[in-house]
């Protein structure tokens, strides 16, 4: 399956997709379309023989708790929607808690890492391997960018995708971007990832900018493309031939000049990592490169069909310590950085600020300058747990029960958003602890 040069679609830069020169593909968010109806630009793209491949961000698989049945039914719709011949997902978890833990269940609003042990491997694989069965279509798999590093890890992240794909098949999306920032944040080799891991089983390629500050490299897909990233996958291209390479971009969208240039920066790296040169050059001083030589492998452990649920108990158990430190401010699991563990936090909160300025533009509007203090604050003692459209309502309501902002006019504002969303009124504050305290007792 040959994909060639794509750009991941997005409806900021929709037209300027449409117009971009020598576009193959595209990938779009699979949450961000509606089952029923393909935005028009799609519609166009599809009419003209780009293929659309969906990209999923919220299934959680290396998550503790099989995979929902529902947001398995709802990507494989939009595979069938879009007749794609594959659709893609994350190495992640990103929600936790809840019956298996007892607890209030958390959403992380964003994807956070899998603890590269034996057991985790071996609940992400059940997990894959009932994705698999679900989807119509291939399911290819997204190593992620991580901040922060799980204390006793027992395989590298190469030997975790070689064993992830020996026992469920899948494909992989290698993303150069996080191959960097893994690099640059955890000291990890690109190098030794892509020697380690199984080249022939990558579907396709992402390529993202990021920025670094006070040596952490954050991937913001909000900046342009970076050398060490094209390094990276210069390094790629001399070992394998990908059957797709991607741009990514979420934010901050240049005009399409910009994008353009960098897509033929892209084209430009791969074509001289492609040349014998450019390969001897790159691979010859390092022992296993172009899997030249024998890749040390870990030795497996026993395998079994599916894990116990006391294996599923204890990365429910870890996860969750994990997530908690993270958005609601318990105390930081023990063996974690702590200052990363702080920077994470502050990136949870501020993408959660964002994205519910997004999906509730009207809120920033009404409270100026002021919505990004509030809503910090606010996230301090609320973590996320039922989606960002939730968030917003509940940002909103807090505000209003405690009688904010204090402008008069601006109030009213809030108060008539909030009522055409929600209910006549706002709760009292009684009520409020009351929902409160039943949600700790019964996890809802």
Known sequence: MELGIGIGWRPEIADAVEALPGIDWVEAVAENICAGHLPDSLVRLRQRGVTVVPHGVSLGLGGAERPDAGRLADLAARAELLATPLVTEHIAFVRAGGPRTASVGLEAGHLLPVPRTWEALDVLCENVRIAQESLPVPLALENIAALISWPGEELTEGQFLAELVERTGVRLLIDVANLHTN??????????????????????????????????????????????????????????????????????????????????????????????????????????????????????????????????????????????????????????????????????????????????????????????????????????????????????????????????????????????????????????????????????
């Open 183 to 444: 690099h640059v944040n955890r000291g990890e080799d690109p190098a030794t990832a892509l020697d380690e891991l199984p080249v022939e089983a990558i579907a396709y390629v992402h390529v993202a900018g990021g920025v670094e500050k006070d040596g952490v490299w954050h991937d913001t897909h909000a900046h342009p493309v970076t050398g060490p990233v094209l390094d990276v996958l210069a390094e790629l291209r001399s070992r394998v031939d990908p059957p797709g390479v991607l741009l990514e971009r979420d934010d901050d969208f240049p005009p399409a000049g910009e994008l353009a240039g960098e897509l033929t920066t892209i084209r430009a790296t791969l074509d001289r990592a492609a040349t014998p040169t450019a390969r001897a050059h790159t691979a010859g001083p390092r022992p296993g490169a172009g899997r030249s030589a024998p890749v040390a492998r870990p030795v497996p452990r026993p395998r079994t069909a599916a894990p116990p649920d006391a294996a599923r108990d204890r990365v429910a158990v870890a996860q969750t310590a994990l997530l908690s430190a993270l958005v609601a401010g318990t105390p930081a699991p023990q063996g974690f950085d702590h200052r990363r563990l702080g920077i994470q936090s502050r990136a949870l909160a501020a993408k959660r600020a964002g994205v519910v300025a997004k999906v509730a533009p009207e809120l920033p509007e009404i409270l100026g300058d002021g919505y990004r203090d509030a809503f910090l604050s606010y996230a301090r003692n609320r973590p996320m747990s039922a989606g960002y459209r939730r968030d917003a309502l509940d940002f909103a309501e807090g505000l209003l029960i405690a009688g904010r902002p204090s402008d008069d006019a601006a109030r009213r504002r809030l108060t008539h958003w909030w009522q055409d969303r929600a209910a006549a009124r706002p709760p009292r504050r009684s009520t409020r602890l009351i929902r409160a305290a039943r949600a700790a007792l019964t996890g809802k």
